[in-house]
């Protein structure tokens, strides 16, 4: 036993995926509970929903609206907010809530689960800001989805427009509306608020921290900086999330028969949110194609969002430019960045292909009567942990069920989390001969 807890503390990613899967398997058991569900539930039902909830993902193999009681609605509501802020800000809330001192594994391991070693990160303080952000944003939100609902039912109103606020922010995507979000696809109101949410909940953490700080620094404590407003990792993330909002848009609304709006937010919510104002089996090929792209790349480090984050992203688009300086250095912004970082991002992209890949094979062979096209989105969907669907996830026998749950949990923790467990830190300092290999 001793030996077991030395090497998960020695090894905080372990600790990280243990307790993800330890909050899927009690939500699993508390939806499971006959309170949580009206007729029949199975388990492997009740355990999709509820890694679909921590996992922030939004497939469902149940109409949450009409099967789920008002208890499993909050149990579901409870989950994607653990799912989307991380559990371990939640243990290190506790921890800090309880004056206890916060050891350096234990720093080790929220450091890891929100993407960021940089000597200045105050643990302590990023903590208390993403608690107050989440409530503000979220209460903010909430507040307005209640203004711009169309529900006469006033308590159903307001438990509907928390519930939305909070999946929205934490990119969720799961709707107590049976029809998602359609009916709010002319409410302009409804539909920026949800909008809104989904971004600021997908920008990253980090990202909005470092604003904060940098304008109260600035502007208000007037303290001079010599060195620019943002970093090269937020400067990447903002740019990046603007260029792919603004050209998914123009690519829905020249592709289909929808408004501004509709395609506006049909931008924003494959960016891992999972809503839906229109639907998505009426798309064009041209328009699927582009929602797993943007799926795939998802949204950014230290978010709520899934995919290979936007960081990658450019990263990898970076690397083709590699060549006009003899393929030595990725340089963005006067600035190079580390080799380590561009193996990292490779590795993470060649691993979400690999496991996209297995899963989509696995569900083909599976279900040779759906449509090829719509098995790929599914399974796009769920590693991108996005939400949207094509009908698929409710006709999906039991194994292959379990195939979503799996690519739903990598996509969440990351198959880079769990390949760094699988590294051998004895192989590390070895170092081989050099021998060229002819490529292309």
């Not at 995926?17 to 039902?45: C, D, K, M, R």
């Not at 590390?428 to 290999?437: C, G, H, P, Q």
Request: one cysteine or more; charged letters at 10%; hydrophobic letters at 50%.
């Amino acid at each position: 036993m001793n030996k077991t807890i030395k090497k998960v503390k020695n090894k905080p990613q372990k600790l990280l995926l243990l307790s993800f899967l330890a909050v899927i398997f009690t939500g699993s058991l508390l939806l499971y509970l006959p309170i949580s569900h009206n007729g029949e539930l199975s388990y492997i039902n009740s355990l999709f929903i509820s890694t679909s909830a921590v996992c922030v993902t939004g497939l469902s193999v149940i109409d949450v609206s009409s099967q789920l009681t008002v208890f499993g609605k909050i149990i579901l509501l409870i989950l994607i907010q653990i799912g989307g802020l991380g559990l371990m800000t939640f243990i290190g809330i506790i921890i800090w809530g309880l004056k206890a001192k916060i050891s350096f594994s234990n720093q080790n391991v929220l450091q890891y689960a929100f993407l960021q070693k940089t000597p200045r990160f105050s643990l302590k303080s990023f903590i208390l800001f993403l608690f107050k952000y989440t409530l503000i944003v979220e209460s903010i939100g909430a507040i307005f989805l209640i203004i711009f609902s169309s529900d006469k039912n006033i308590v159903r109103r307001i438990f509907y427009s928390i519930f939305h606020s909070v999946s929205a922010f934490c990119n969720a995507g799961f709707s107590l509306y049976s029809d998602g979000l359609v009916r709010y696809h002319d409410n302009t109101g409804y539909t920026l608020t949800i909008a809104f949410l989904i971004i600021t909940g997908g920008i990253g953490f980090l990202v909005v921290f470092e604003i904060v700080a940098a304008i109260k620094n600035r502007f208000l404590k007037k303290i001079k900086v010599y060195h620019s407003f943002l970093s090269l990792n937020s400067w990447i993330v903002i740019n990046v999330t603007i260029a792919l909002l603004i050209l998914g848009t123009i690519i829905f609304y020249f592709f289909e028969p929808i408004t501004l709006l509709e395609a506006f937010f049909q931008s924003v919510t494959t960016r891992t949110a999972g809503f839906n104002t229109i639907d998505l089996n009426s798309l064009s090929h041209e328009s699927k194609f582009i929602t797993m792209v943007l799926m795939f790349i998802g949204g950014s480090p230290g978010s709520t969002a899934g995919g290979i984050k936007t960081t990658t992203f450019a990263l990898l688009f970076l690397v083709t430019f590699m060549a006009n300086n003899n393929f030595k250095d990725v340089t963005i912004r006067k600035r190079r960045i580390p080799n380590s970082v561009i193996y990292q991002a490779l590795v993470l992209f060649l691993l979400y292909i690999v496991f996209l890949f297995i899963s989509i094979a696995v569900l083909l062979y599976t279900h040779p009567d759906i449509y090829f096209l719509d098995i790929i989105f599914e399974a796009v969907s769920a590693i991108g942990t996005v939400g949207l669907s094509l009908n698929v996830t409710q006709k999906l026998i039991a194994s292959s069920k379990i195939v979503i749950i799996l690519i739903m949990f990598i996509g969440r923790v990351g198959p880079a989390l769990i390949f760094s467990i699988l590294i051998n830190p004895d192989n590390r300092n070895k170092k081989y001969a050099e021998e060229k290999i002819l490529i292309g």
